[in-house]
């Protein structure tokens, strides 16, 4: 079984900022890559922000410039700073795994439960 646990999320005001965290624990022998989701009232999940296993980050084009994203390998969990948020970066954010419970078997996704962020005034 392997678990994600997210932390972080609120209520900011416009320009504002938070941080959020996730760490996974459970059995897995090797993750390829982390990240976070996000999927606003009637809209479809999309991809914010992924770091692979190496380091490399890809960002979606929205939040490019304000967002990043790290992770601690040894720790299994990963980070994303969001700063200058906006209304629309409004969602549920969710954490995001690829990796193997085994060497046999194929990577596979796994979610965190998600965590609200709201940007209003």
């Known amino acids: 079984q392997v678990q994600l646990v997210e932390s972080g999320g609120g209520r900011v005001q416009p320009g504002g900022s938070l941080r959020l965290s996730c760490a996974a624990s459970?059995?897995?022998?090797?993750?390829?890559?982390m990240g976070w989701y996000r999927q606003a009232p009637g809209k479809q999940r999309e991809l914010v922000a992924t770091i692979t296993s190496g380091g490399i980050t890809n960002y979606a084009d929205s939040v490019k410039g304000r967002f990043t994203i790290s992770s601690d390998n040894a720790k299994n969990t990963v980070q994303m700073q969001m700063n200058s948020l906006r209304p629309e970066d409004t969602a549920v954010y969710y954490c995001?795994?690829?990796?193997?419970?085994?060497?046999?078997?194929?990577?596979?996704?796994?979610w965190g439960q998600g965590t609200q962020v709201t940007v209003s005034s």
């Open positions: 995001n795994l690829v990796g193997r419970r085994t060497l046999f078997t194929s990577p596979r996704d796994y």
């Open positions: 459970g059995s897995i022998v090797s993750i390829s890559a």
